[in-house]
């Protein structure tokens, strides 16, 4: 009996983690206890009646990321590890900046719908579908525009205006994550065999060898 409820409950469990990204929360809030000795999906809670106003605060998103780097944008994450008040709640904030032809270089959120808007300058951003389509869907935002990347989806942004760029973005995940496709598959730790990457993209060692040794920064 006891193990066909567990049966149960893990089936419950697994189609649950089919329909969302994060877990709906089981209370009204979990505030992130990040030193605690306790493993768990997402982080373990301190007790509530220990929470206040400042888990669920963070302060300086209006200031500027700095933009001195290759790909000429950075972005500020808010999300469960500066809040820890998020933890179960499912949503995470950024700000990206963009120098002018700044670029956040192609990446995906394995946990998130992004929604972004853009609060200055002109966005040139687009999204890949996935196979055997890989349909490119592109389009230029102006300032109090929004647009929608899906989760999982390969996605990018330029600054497609004179000066500089800022967007404000929501993700649906507490830690949505970052895969950036250029680090990961050129800049992996340790890096991946000369022989998978030469198949894998049709292209002599020395390409590949000359794409491992760039320096792949995470903006
Ligand atoms: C921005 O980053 C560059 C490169 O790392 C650094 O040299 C510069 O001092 C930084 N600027 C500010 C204002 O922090």
Known sequence: MATSFLILAVFALTCSLGIASDHG???????AMPNSPVIVNGVACKDPKLAHANDFFFSGLNKPG?????VGSR?????????PGLNTLGISMVR????????NPPHTHPRA??????LEGTLYVGFVTSNPDNRLITKVLQKGDVFVFPEGLIHFQRNAGYGNAIAIAALSSQNPGVITIANAVFGSNAPISDDVLVKAFQVDKNVVDYLQSQFWMSN
């Open 25 to 31: 929360p089981l209370q009204d809030f979990c505030v």
């Open 66 to 70: 700095n933009t001195s780097n290759p």
């Open 75 to 83: 972005v500020t994450p808010v999300n469960v590890a500066k809040i």
């Open 96 to 103: 990206i900046d963009f120098a002018p032809w700044g670029i």
């Open 113 to 118: 719908t992004e929604i972004l808007t853009v």
